[in-house]
């Protein structure tokens, strides 16, 4: 029986890792729910210091996201128009209320604060049920090659559209990042960690590649399962099919599987491994078109972590 208090760790990054964040504070409760939330897409501009990633769980838990599926939902544009009619290339559009958070967030790093209680700071504002946190407080960034073209991930992504094929993935500043004390807390007390259906190189990818971070995930006394990010044969959203096929292995629960390895107690995903696969599966629905199949879904893949623990 997990102790008392011990909390549900979600690593996320992107849409699915935040609606699944959204289900399990539903499922866990609000005093559960630890995400760890990937911090290479992080970019200055504008003066601000935005983190999509970290925003985007945190808009999730607090029922403040956009229909569009990112921003705050009824954010006006007033700045990014202004810029604009001054001759700026507004490549990385943000509404005015998401400008002033990462404004008032380079303020506080700027002024010494860990990135740590500046994303809680946030979290704590929107009263956002659970805890998010940055996978560190060392600046990481993701930069991909593709089609011959080396950008930030979010230049890959805004100006080159996300598209492949890609030829590297590396994180820069990687090797002086360090998992967070408040993550390598959350981690040694967790009684499941749940790996989001997030890009398992470029959003999942980065967290694990902080050093020491695979290290304490292993030696979490809960059992590790992942969601698959592929639904129904096909990706929802991203480049997750190229970064696969990048790693070498197919846009399927299989290779997402192997992306992850031995990290894994288990799987879940909408299609069956290969006959003879020895990695413990649920094979469910994964679409999460509202909060009833948020919730299931997270409902569900607890209830499997549960039961691997014994």
């Not at 008392?4 to 289900?23: C, I, S, Y």
């Not at 559960?32 to 200055?44: R, S, Y």
């Not at 958070?101 to 929107?126: F, Q, S, V």
């Not at 069956?272 to 094979?283: D, F, K, S, V």
Request: glycine share 12%; with cysteine; proline share 7%.
């Amino acid at each position: 029986m997990s102790p008392a208090g011990a909390p549900v760790v979600v690593l996320a990054g992107g849409t699915g890792g935040a609606k699944l964040a959204a289900g399990m504070a539903g499922v866990a409760g609000s005093d559960a729910l630890v995400v760890i939330a990937n911090t290479a897409d992080d970019v200055e501009v504008y003066g601000a210091h935005v983190s999509p990633d970290p925003d985007l769980v945190t808009f999730w838990l607090a029922d403040r996201i956009d229909e569009r599926g990112w921003g705050l939902a009824g954010d006006t544009f007033e700045v990014m128009a202004g810029l604009r009619a001054l001759g700026r290339d507004v490549w990385f559009n943000l509404g005015d209320r998401d400008l002033a958070i990462g404004i008032e967030r380079a303020r506080r790093l700027a002024d010494g604060a860990r990135l740590t209680e500046a994303i809680e700071e946030l979290g704590r504002a929107m009263e956002a049920p659970g805890r998010v946190l940055p996978m560190c407080d060392e600046p990481v960034r993701t930069r991909v090659r593709a089609q011959g073209v080396e950008r930030p991930f979010q230049e890959f992504m805004i100006i080159g559209r996300g598209e492949g094929p890609i030829e590297d993935v590396t994180f820069e500043g990687i090797e002086a990042a360090r998992p967070t004390p408040e993550v390598l807390d959350a981690i040694a007390r967790a009684r499941a960690i749940v790996i989001g259906p997030s890009n398992p190189v470029v959003s999942i990818g980065p967290i694990l590649a902080v050093p020491g971070m695979r290290e304490a995930l292993q030696a979490a006394p809960g059992p590790i399962v992942a969601v698959s990010p592929i639904v129904a044969g096909e990706v929802l959203k991203g480049p997750t099919a190229a970064c696969l096929a990048w790693a070498d292995q197919p846009a399927s629960a299989a290779g997402v599987a192997a992306v992850y390895g031995d990290l894994l107690d288990g799987l879940i995903a909408d299609e069956r491994l290969p006959e003879g696969a020895a990695l413990p599966l649920l094979e469910t629905d994964l679409l999460m078109s509202d909060a009833a199949g948020r919730q299931r879904l997270a409902r569900e893949t607890l209830a499997f972590a549960t039961a691997l623990a014994g």
